[in-house]
């Protein structure tokens, strides 16, 4: 919470090292972490007085205050919930041992470019990279190096995929079941795929070939997604 604005953060726990890579969500492939912050931004009133709450909060005393007023994105992350095992050469201190801990356990993801939200995540680092999130402080205010978008373009980015989302539950509602795996890189649509068995897709064959999708740069996305956004209020 900060002056008339509350801030949804969705931390999603797991096991591996999961990054949030722009080019998988804006193909279609990642976007159940974002999906998780859309939804939260849409349903936040049904959410937070949820009976499977800890603490419910007692919207109705603070909307009538106008504390809601504004209900904002803060991030979207990863976290890896594990007992990581710490390499040395030798006898470490403890303290030393902490921070290579806090290392492995930090958050991946995304995350406003607000400085004041960003030290509500983290109030312990002043300079150089946090060890909570993907943030990079300098004298000025937050690294270019920083896994950060503006406001606007995490409002895009989520309106893009709950886009894509609608899209494509609709193409399968329609019965759209094309044999078009993706390839991307040494990625495979058929890796873990239950239907590979029966579905017999073969290179080999003719007709069966892959969607190859290609890296595009993080700058071309952002400006194609911001694109989208301005063509949708149009």
């Known amino acids: 919470e900060l002056d008339d604005r509350i801030f949804f953060r969705i931390v999603d726990y797991k096991s591996g090292h999961n990054k949030l890579d722009l080019n998988?969500?804006?193909?279609?492939?990642?976007?159940?972490?974002?999906?998780?912050?859309?939804?939260?931004?849409?349903?936040?009133?049904?959410?937070?007085?949820?009976?499977?709450l800890l603490s419910p909060l007692d919207t109705q005393g603070l909307v009538t205050k106008g504390v809601f007023k504004n209900v904002v994105p803060a991030g979207a992350f990863y976290m890896p919930i594990r007992d990581p095992f710490i390499e040395t050469e030798g006898p470490c201190e403890r303290e030393l041992v902490v921070k290579e801990i806090q290392k492995e356990l930090k958050m991946t993801g995304i995350l406003v470019d607000d400085l004041d939200v960003i030290r509500l995540m983290d109030n312990t680092t002043s300079s150089?990279?946090?060890?909570?999130?993907?943030?990079?402080?300098?004298?000025?205010?937050?690294?270019?190096?920083?896994?950060?978008?503006?406001?606007?373009?995490?409002?895009?980015?989520?309106?893009?995929?709950?886009?894509?989302?609608?899209?494509?539950?609709?193409?399968?509602?329609?019965?759209?079941?094309?044999?078009?795996?993706?390839?991307?890189?040494?990625?495979?649509?058929?890796t873990y795929c239950p239907f590979e068995s029966f579905?017999?897709?073969?290179?080999?064959?003719?007709?069966?070939?892959?969607?190859?999708?290609?890296?595009?740069?993080?700058?071309?996305?952002?400006?194609?997604?911001?694109?989208?956004?301005?063509?949708?209020?149009?």
């Open 128 to 190: 150089g990279q946090s060890d909570l999130v993907s943030v990079t402080f300098t004298k000025s205010g937050v690294g270019a190096a920083s896994s950060t978008a503006s406001y606007d373009q995490v409002r895009a980015l989520l309106n893009y995929v709950m886009r894509r989302v609608s899209d494509i539950s609709s193409e399968i509602v329609s019965g759209r079941i094309d044999i078009s795996p993706f390839l991307k890189n040494e990625m495979r649509g058929c």
């Open 199 to 234: 579905c017999v897709f073969d290179v080999l064959l003719e007709g069966n070939e892959y969607r190859v999708l290609r890296n595009i740069p993080k700058n071309a996305i952002w400006d194609a997604i911001m694109n989208d956004a301005k063509g949708e209020k149009d």
């Open 24 to 52: 998988d969500v804006y193909y279609g492939l990642s976007m159940q972490l974002l999906v998780y912050l859309g939804v939260t931004l849409s349903l936040w009133k049904e959410i937070v007085n949820s009976p499977y």
